[in-house]
């Protein structure tokens, strides 16, 4: 089975960008879809971003569609997350998931990935 670890968090003022990345390691990383998620403080967990296997389909939650970028380099094992014009509603703990999938899509629904993160935490500053 596959372990991903996120780092990249950290604090910065709105409007501003960060790289979130996330390592894979256990296994075959294109044998899997990926996901970003992310939980505000008090909040429920919330689908963010996510990307097939090959790096072909993607898709946005319309709170960050425009602003946020997902990617992956398969030969690197790694899964990234561009966020550019970041407002202080992104301020969350970010966490990266993987499903089994050799699929044209990705899920953006919390159930359907079976392997998380422990998470970085992204603080916006107004």
């Known amino acids: 089975q596959v372990q991903v670890a996120e780092s990249g968090g950290g604090l910065v003022q709105a409007g501003e960008s960060l790289r979130l990345s996330c390592t894979a390691s256990g296994s075959t990383f294109d044998d899997y879809a990926m996901g970003w998620f992310r939980q505000p403080p008090g909040k429920e967990r919330e689908g963010v971003s996510c990307i097939n296997w090959s790096g072909t389909r993607t898709s946005y939650a319309d709170t960050v569609k425009g602003r946020f970028t997902i990617s992956r380099d398969n030969a690197k094992d790694t899964l990234y997350l561009d966020m550019n014009s970041l407002k202080p509603e992104d301020t969350a703990m970010y966490y990266c998931?993987?499903?089994?999938?050799?699929?044209?899509?990705?899920?953006?629904?919390?159930?359907?990935?079976?392997?998380w993160g422990q998470g970085t935490q992204v603080t916006v500053s107004s």
């Open positions: 998931a993987a499903t089994p999938s050799n699929g044209l899509g990705c899920p953006m629904i919390l159930e359907e990935y079976d392997y």
